[in-house]
């Protein structure tokens, strides 16, 4: 199982950024997808999450109606798309198989993630 994701870097607050999350190593189309940042100092947060299928997704309250989770079951990819980015949304974000009761399903498996810097 290996995660690797992308896309982020430094803008403004107000800007923008697609993240992307290339998964491999297990049968991606079945599985629920999260994205979770982590800031310094403070826990991993889960930010949203996507229904194998891609027919349902959530949103922590933070980023509600700023960013769109999607997917594209043919590439095994995962996208963050971060909209009216606020310096609280820096953080390094990180995706993975999400299970029931919040589980994450591949505990083991985190990738390297992508440093998101909102900063003007």
């Known amino acids: 199982v290996q995660f690797v994701e992308s896309g982020g870097g430094l803008v403004q607050p107000g800007g923008s950024l697609r993240l992307s999350c290339a998964a491999s190593g297990f049968s991606f189309r079945w599985y629920e997808m999260r994205w979770y940042r982590q800031a310094p100092g403070k826990e991993r947060e889960l930010v949203a999450s996507?229904?194998?299928?891609?027919?349902?997704?959530e949103y922590g309250d933070s980023i509600k109606g700023r960013f769109t989770i999607s997917r594209d079951d043919a590439k095994n990819v995962v996208y963050l798309q971060m909209g009216s980015l606020l310096p609280e949304d820096t953080a390094v974000y990180y995706c993975n198989a999400g299970g029931a009761g919040g589980r994450v399903i591949f505990d083991a498996y985190w990738g390297q993630g992508t440093q998101v810097t909102v900063s003007s």
């Open positions: 996507i229904n194998g299928g891609g027919t349902i997704t």
